[in-house]
């Protein structure tokens, strides 16, 4: 859950750089397409802005994820991560193969048989890797957490970097973890922050490669995860409040011109 404090400070930060961008955008600016221009007169420009928004705020949901988490006292780490370690000629070849197999979809995802097969390649010619994580977490248990953090329509260059990174934590990890306790001691996620469709997640980009509730969380499994139950609950009233000041400011704005 999220404390009172946080709540405000992210509607705080989140209602100033919303402000930021309204004051600073021209709002006057046309489309350059007649067809949108002409029929939509001034609101033409209102999707231009909304988008270059969302990509603004883009790099803000890894500070709101890293917050939440070092709130919740299950974690006793939290943080963006530069993970160390080696990787042998054979391991690397192992996950290049699985994750093209995977993208031409000649094979499923299966986060389990995924780590096995990383488990049972040779280890000889190991070098030396470093690997830069989103987030990473880890609990009182000792578990640790590997996320890399996406929206929910990456490129397809983004999600096989992805992929890879988190496979290649596994064979970094494999010299000091059994494989049977492998899922007891570490995850490796891709999470998406939230889903832009209605009903279940499903892009055709990341749904081959990361498998639903193993390798892929989505918004309230994300979010839930770092906060505990009910943290995107709370973070979608947030929304609401940010929405109930901000909504007045965009119609008076864009009445101006």
């Given at each position: 859950?999220?404390s009172?404090?946080?709540?405000e400070?992210?509607?705080?930060?989140?209602?100033?750089?919303?402000?930021?961008?309204?004051?600073?955008?021209?709002?006057?600016?046309?489309?350059?397409?007649?067809?949108?221009?002409?029929?939509?007169?001034?609101?033409?420009?209102?999707k231009?802005?909304?988008?270059?928004?969302?990509?603004?705020?883009?790099?803000?949901?890894?500070?709101?994820?890293?917050?939440?988490?070092?709130?919740?006292?299950?974690?006793?780490?939290?943080?963006?991560?530069?993970?160390?370690?080696?990787?042998?000629?054979?391991?690397?070849?192992?996950?290049?193969?699985?994750?093209?197999?995977?993208?031409e979809?000649k094979t499923?995802?299966?986060?389990?048989?995924?780590?096995?097969?990383i488990?049972?390649?040779?280890?000889?010619n190991?070098?030396?890797?470093?690997?830069?994580?989103?987030?990473y977490?880890?609990?009182?248990?000792?578990?640790?957490?590997?996320i890399?953090?996406?929206?929910?329509?990456?490129?397809k260059?983004?999600v096989?970097?992805a992929?890879?990174?988190?496979?290649?934590?596994?064979?970094m990890?494999?010299?000091?973890?059994?494989?049977?306790?492998?899922?007891?001691?570490?995850?490796i996620?891709?999470?998406?922050?939230?889903?832009?469709?209605?009903?279940?997640?499903?892009?055709?980009?990341?749904?081959?490669i990361?498998e639903?509730?193993?390798?892929?969380?989505?918004?309230?499994?994300?979010?839930?995860?770092?906060?505990?139950?009910?943290?995107?609950?709370?973070?979608?009233?947030?929304?609401k409040?940010?929405?109930?000041?901000?909504?007045?400011?965009i119609?008076?704005?864009i009445?101006?011109?």
């Open positions: 859950m999220i009172k404090t946080l709540k400070e992210i509607k705080k930060e989140l209602i100033q750089k919303i402000k930021d961008k309204i004051e600073s955008y021209n709002f006057s600016k046309k489309s350059g397409n007649p067809f949108i221009d002409i029929i939509f007169g001034r609101f033409s420009n209102i231009t802005f909304i988008h270059s928004t969302a990509t603004m705020l883009g790099s803000y949901y890894e500070i709101i994820a890293r917050k939440i988490a070092q709130e919740n006292p299950e974690f006793i780490e939290v943080k963006k991560f530069v993970f160390s370690g080696k990787i042998s000629d054979s391991e690397s070849a192992t996950i290049k193969n699985l994750v093209k197999d995977l993208e979809k499923k995802t299966d986060y389990n048989n995924e780590i096995k097969s488990y049972s390649a040779k280890e000889h190991l070098i030396d890797t470093k690997i830069t994580i989103d987030l977490l880890k609990n009182k248990k000792q578990k640790e957490f590997f890399e953090m996406k929206g929910p329509d990456p490129n260059k983004e096989r970097a992929k890879e990174d988190l496979l290649n934590i596994v064979a990890k494999k010299r000091a973890i059994k494989l049977q306790d492998f899922n007891n001691k570490v995850a996620l891709f999470g998406v922050y939230y889903n832009n469709k209605d009903k279940e997640y499903d892009n055709w980009k990341v749904s081959p990361f639903k509730d193993k390798g892929l969380i989505v918004q309230e499994g994300f979010w839930d995860l770092l906060g505990g139950k009910g943290t995107y609950a709370e973070l979608f009233l947030i929304l409040e940010i929405k109930a000041e901000i909504t007045p400011l119609e008076k704005t009445n101006k011109f």
